[in-house]
């Protein structure tokens, strides 16, 4: 009979590439994990690894029963969750994606309060391309996502948090750096840095110019936000992100852009299914959050020191 062990066994072997790492993971001995796996072999009908060499592979059978057993995983983890919510507990494992900025956003010092008042909930935060937010949504892989607005399939829900214009950035070398404002055509082969392709703030702002009809110059392209920003800074080249980055910057300037609204939206993405008790508590303090730090800024307080930004 195929047990639950034989499974958490068989993907920490699957995820780790190797029965060493998986032993070490999992707190047994490498010999009752070799053991556990040749069972598990036994009663499927077929190998699973290819142990060949000091590398250890998924066999074609594996890969086939690796789908099922990740999904037979995540129904059992589910229902331990909503039993454990029926005694009014929160309990099991929250998965939440976030963009590539998460560090100087809000999140973690949410995450940490809510992980410090339910320690019951395993938390894993993923930072990820908008796409494959939505691709781990669906997939109920993640059980809840903060991006940036909006969802591109009807099946994923946005409940939005705060909207940020977006505005033209440039250090003292650039001809706009006095300049408050610009029209939005001024930005029509505008040299830019934007962050590389893939990236949410990228796949954002692409989808910002092209639905005005706006094609800028993208001269150079970083996976860096720092590295984008330093680099205006030292050159004449110009960036697109929200007035926020340039707390600490005098170097630095936001030209506003007047015409039609470019601008940013983060948003909290859901599958249109389950939602567990503790994705919706966590999703709870997130709103709080956002409503306290919107708040702040229209009734134009300045930030507390060490704050962090959206």
């Not at 029209?183 to 934007?194: K, S, T």
Request: net charge positive; charged share 25%; aromatic share 6%.
């Amino acid at each position: 009979m195929v047990e639950l062990r034989h499974i958490r066994y068989f993907l920490a072997i699957a995820e780790s590439r190797g029965f060493t790492r998986a032993a070490a993971r999992l707190r047994v001995t490498q010999p009752t994990l070799s053991h556990q796996i040749k069972q598990l072999e036994r009663e499927v009908g077929a190998p699973l690894f290819d142990r060949a060499g000091n590398t250890v592979r998924l066999t074609e059978q594996g890969k086939v029963f690796k789908d099922y057993a990740e999904q037979a995983l995540k129904e059992l983890d589910s229902g331990l969750t909503a039993v454990a919510e029926m005694e009014g507990q929160m309990h099991g494992r929250l998965t939440i994606g976030v963009f590539a900025s998460f560090s100087g956003s809000l999140l973690p010092a949410i995450l940490a309060e809510f992980s410090e008042h339910n320690r019951k909930v395993h938390v894993e935060v993923r930072q990820l391309a908008h796409s494959e937010m939505e691709r781990q949504l669906l997939s109920g892989d993640l059980h809840l996502a903060v991006g940036y607005a909006p969802a591109t399939t009807g099946r994923i829900v946005a409940e939005n948090l705060l909207t940020e214009p977006l505005v033209l950035i440039v250090g003292r070398l650039h001809p706009f750096f006095n300049r408050r404002r610009i029209r939005l055509r001024e930005l029509h082969d505008q040299p830019l840095a934007l962050l590389s392709r893939g990236s949410p703030s990228r796949e954002l702002i692409d989808r910002c110019l092209e639905s005005n009809g706006v094609v800028p110059r993208v001269m150079l392209e970083m996976n860096s936000n720092e590295g984008v920003l330093a680099t205006v800074r030292a050159s004449a080249l110009a960036t697109l992100r929200v007035e926020s980055v340039l707390r600490g910057a005098p170097d630095l300037r936001a030209v506003r852009i007047a015409g039609p609204m470019l601008e940013r939206t983060t948003a909290i993405f859901w599958n249109r299914g389950y939602r567990s008790a503790a994705a919706r508590a966590v999703a709870d303090l997130i709103k709080q959050a956002y409503a306290a730090h919107a708040g702040r800024r229209s009734r134009g307080k300045p930030r507390q020191r060490g704050q962090e930004r959206p």
